[in-house]
Each structure stands twice: as structure tokens, then as C-alpha cells.
């Protein structure tokens, strides 16, 4: 029926996502370090499967032009690739905004001023505590802190902007104040208390990671304190863990509608931890372009927007601001991604998350560290 | 800074922030990280001028003549946005 066309062109124009605003580039799941609490997926890619350099620039030539304005160099430790340089200089050259995500053990003097000649933004450091002894068990790697200190400096001393980045766990909870004090000393223009996210290496140590509702509160209390005190100087952002939450994290800023992430391989996933979900046939850049994969792909059509909720969700005035909470958590702790989250406390799931918060007050369990092939 | 904002001052963007045109979403945008900003078009117009040598003085003179509105109204306009800006950690005095 010729009659239908226009109506329906119409409405296929209407369901073409706006641009994404940022792109996170897992360059390589290499890392000196272990975290057991770690956002990479459990099967770790291994170098021989990464995606060459030539490969990297025509993603970031693609993702300009489809409308990414933000580009997170990321991995695993994104200075393990010989050409963390030269993807830089290629990004700022279209104009994105250039951030380094790093553990920055591997961050001299040398290497900093080929990243800032190249037109880097912003680094962001992380660091595992305050203290080098807690901070070198959590990354299983010895002399860690002292050399992410002085990488700090560095960067500081160089004129780039810096954040400081801290997963906080039952290990370190306690020691928040002393984070933003370091922060503070450290001259960031910004730190990030970022409890851990519980999918991947994080659920699989979740019984020895969860903090305690009163830890939390104490946490909560000095991140207030902070942000009052150093207003106009250092913003202080501050993620609490689900477990201990009424109203779900608005993910990502709902599925497929902000942003995308590149696996080392070339795999292309509305977030991070998405592929810990069954049932996906992941598109990759290295047979498909990215503006396909955005705007027409099955996985980033799956979840996006509101037709897929099921109630509560379909039927809230919450569903365009949290979109349903994170996939990711859904599938972990009720085995259907296509359910409410059940960080919700509308969720029928939501009991879960109780139980395990009373983990929390049990005694931790050894970690398992990450390291490609431990998760047995 | 006090609040009989001190016109002498020059506002830059902080380090690590960019301001520019996209030409995808045909609109200014001002880029910090994990930042993202579309300034209305007012906070375009005093974005422009924003280059750490222009004083705030010269830029409250500069959009007073240019929308030939009173200049206590444009004061107190872009001393509260730029506040605002530094507030977010994008604008430094
Ligand atoms: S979380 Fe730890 S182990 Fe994982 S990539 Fe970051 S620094 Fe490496
Ligand atoms: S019911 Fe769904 S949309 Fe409503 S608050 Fe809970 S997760 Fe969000």
C-alpha cells in the first residue's frame, strides 16, 4: 500500500537515536594490575585478538562524525598499547575531547609530555587507597601507590587536568575522608568516590567488597563535608552502591541512548560490563560500521528507549529518567536482563539486594584476583 | 571572589575544558571531563569572550553595547552564569 509509505518513513525517522555524546575505548584488557573488583568482563581478550592501529583511527574517524563529542582511552591499562600516542593525537585532531583513563604505573615524566604534546584533555588517575599497604594488596601489585603518587604530580605539574578516581569498598570505606584530603593535596580538579559496581570481577567478590550500611552512611557523611568545603575548587562525584539504594542508577543514561564502548577486540557494547549478557551477537567495527550499529543494530535496539519495560517500569513516571535501571545488574541477580533492576524497590526482585547486604556484615572471604584465566 | 564582583578579573576556561562548535547537533558545546554543557544562547554569547585576558568588566561592557540593554542588567546576568560555570569546574577567575 503506497498510501503507507510516507506515515512510515516517518516513524523510522522518529526512532533514529540522537547522536551519542561519548565513546569509551577498552584499547586492551593488559594490565600490570589485579583488582578483584575490576569492570572487564571475566573472559579476558588477549593481546593477539586486539584491534591494530589503522583499525582504532577509523573508529575515531566514525565516531566524529556520527557525533561523539568525549573519548575515554581506557582497558585494562590503555599505556600497555605502543600506540596510545598516536590514537590521541588522532582524536584531538577531529576536535574530541581527549581523556585518559589510567592506573599510571607506567606514567613518567617522558610519557606524559608525549600525551600532553599530543593533545590529551584529561587523566584520570585511579587509586586503589590511601595507604601504599592497602592500596598494593587491592592491586596485587607491589610499589603501585608510590608510583601513581608521583604520576599525579606529574600531571599536576604539567598544567592537565587531573581526576583522581577511587573504588571504594568494606577495605577502604573508611578512609573516604583522607581520600578527598589526597585529592585535595594533590591539586585534582576533581575526584570520584565510586563504590563498586557488583557485575563481572566485582559480583564475583562481592561477599569480600560490600561495605555495611553504617560504612556507607559514614562515607556519605564526609562526601557532604567535602563537597561543602572545597565548593568552587574540586568536584566531588560520588556513586553509592545499588545494594543500598531505593530508585536504580539511571545506567549509562539508558541503554544505547549517550553511549557506546569499544572492546579490545572491536566489539561494540552500550556499556562495559554488557557483555556478561547471554543471547547477544555483538556487532564489531571490524565489519560494520559504527553509525550502522548505533542507529540499526538488534543489541542497541534491545533495550533502548521504553517498549521494552516490563511493569513496574512500564507503567512510571520514572521510566524516561531512569530508564529502567542497568541491564547488567538485572541479568546478574535475576538471570532475565529484561527485567526491572532490582535495585528498585518497586522491583518484585528487590529482596535480593537485602540478602546481600547482610553479607556485608560477615566476615570477608579471601579475593579472587583478577588475572586472565582465574575465574574458575 | 566577593559579591561586588570584581570587574578587574579575567575568566578562563579551566584546563581540560573545551568550548566549540558541533557541527552535528548544530549547537555550542562546552566539554570538561565527564562534563558536557549546551549553553543557551546567552551563555554562547559570554562563552565567546571568556579567553583569560578579556576582564569581566570588558565583557559586561562588550554585550551591554552589543544588545543595548542596561548594564546592571548584564552584571548581574554574567557574574551568575560565570559563577555557576566556576562552580561546575569549568571557569576559573
Ligand atoms: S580495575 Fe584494576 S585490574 Fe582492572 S583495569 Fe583497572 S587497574 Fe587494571
Ligand atoms: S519501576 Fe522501573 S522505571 Fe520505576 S523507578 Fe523502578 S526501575 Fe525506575
Not at chain 1, 596510545?84 to 583513563?101: K, M, S
Not at chain 1, 569480600?208 to 552512611?217: M, S, Y
Not at chain 1, 537485602?354 to 572471604?365: G, I, L, M, S, T
Request: with cysteine; hydrophobic share 45%; aromatic share 6%.
Amino acid at each position: 500500500m503506497p498510501d503507507d509509505l510516507p506515515a512510515r518513513r516517518e516513524v523510522t525517522d522518529a526512532m533514529r537515536p540522537e547522536p551519542p555524546l561519548g565513546m569509551l575505548l577498552e584499547l586492551t584488557h593488559r594490565c600490570p594490575l589485579q583488582c578483584p573488583y575490576c569492570s572487564n568482563p571475566l573472559a579476558l581478550e588477549r593481546a593477539s585478538d586486539e584491534l591494530p592501529t589503522e583499525a582504532w583511527q577509523d573508529v575515531l574517524d566514525q565516531a566524529a562524525r556520527l557525533g561523539v563529542l568525549q573519548v575515554h582511552f581506557s582497558g585494562g591499562e590503555p599505556m600497555a598499547r605502543r600506540d596510545l600516542v598516536p590514537l590521541v593525537r588522532h582524536a584531538a585532531g577531529l576536535g574530541l575531547y581527549t581523556n585518559l583513563i589510567t592506573s599510571a604505573v607506567l606514567l613518567d615524566a617522558p610519557a606524559l609530555a608525549a600525551l600532553s604534546d599530543a593533545g590529551l584533555d584529561h587523566v584520570q588517575i585511579s587509586f586503589q587507597d590511601v595507604d601504599e599497604a592497602g592500596a598494593d594488596r587491592i592491586g596485587n601489585y607491589a610499589g603501585g601507590h608510590a608510583k601513581k603518587l608521583a604520576a599525579a604530580r606529574l600531571v599536576r605539574e604539567s598544567g592537565l587536568a587531573l581526576t583522581l578516581n577511587f573504588v571504594v569498598h568494606r577495605h577502604n570505606i573508611a578512609r573516604v575522608p583522607q581520600m578527598i584530603a589526597l585529592g585535595e593535596a594533590l591539586g585534582a580538579g576533581r575526584i570520584e568516590i565510586a563504590n563498586v559496581q557488583y557485575y563481572g570481577w566485582g559480583l564475583r567478590n562481592r561477599a569480600a567488597l560490600l561495605p555495611t550500611r553504617a560504612e556507607l552512611d559514614a562515607a556519605t557523611e564526609a562526601v557532604f563535608a567535602g563537597r561543602e568545603r572545597l565548593a568552587g575548587r574540586m568536584v566531588i562525584d560520588y556513586v553509592i552502591p545499588d545494594y543500598y539504594a531505593i530508585e536504580p542508577k539511571g545506567c549509562m543514561g539508558g541503554w544505547g541512548r549517550r553511549f557506546l564502548n569499544v572492546s579490545p577486540a572491536g566489539r561494540v557494547l552500550p556499556c562495559h560490563a554488557a557483555e556478561t549478557l547471554p543471547g547477544f551477537d555483538w556487532p564489531s567495527v571490524r565489519t560494520t560500521q559504527l553509525a550502522e550499529i548505533w542507529n540499526r543494530s538488534e543489541p542497541f535496539a534491545r533495550y533502548r528507549g521504553t517498549a521494552w519495560m516490563p511493569e513496574p517500569c512500564r507503567s512510571c513516571d520514572r521510566r524516561e529518567i531512569d530508564w529502567g535501571g542497568c541491564r547488567c545488574q538485572a541479568f546478574a541477580l535475576t538471570g532475565d536482563a529484561g527485567r526491572t533492576d532490582p535495585a528498585c524497590a518497586l522491583s518484585p526482585d528487590h529482596a535480593v539486594m537485602a540478602e546481600a547486604a547482610r553479607e556485608a556484615e560477615a566476615p570477608p572471604p579471601p579475593f579472587v584476583y583478577r588475572r586472565i584465566g582465574s575465574n574458575l | 571572589m566577593s559579591d561586588a564582583a570584581d570587574e578587574s578579573v579575567a575568566p578562563a576556561l579551566r584546563r581540560g575544558v573545551k568550548f566549540r562548535f558541533d557541527t552535528v547537533r548544530d549547537a555550542w558545546v562546552l566539554l570538561g571531563p565527564e562534563r558536557l554543557f549546551v549553553p543557551d544562547e546567552t551563555a554562547v554569547e559570554v562563552l565567546r569572550l571568556v579567553d583569560g585576558a578579556r576582564t569581566l568588566g570588558a565583557i559586561i561592557d562588550d554585550l551591554a553595547a552589543r544588545f543595548g540593554a542596561p548594564r546592571d542588567t548584564i552584571a548581574a546576568d554574567v557574574t551568575a552564569l560565570l559563577h555557576d560555570l566556576a562552580g561546575k569546574g569549568a571557569v576559573t577567575f
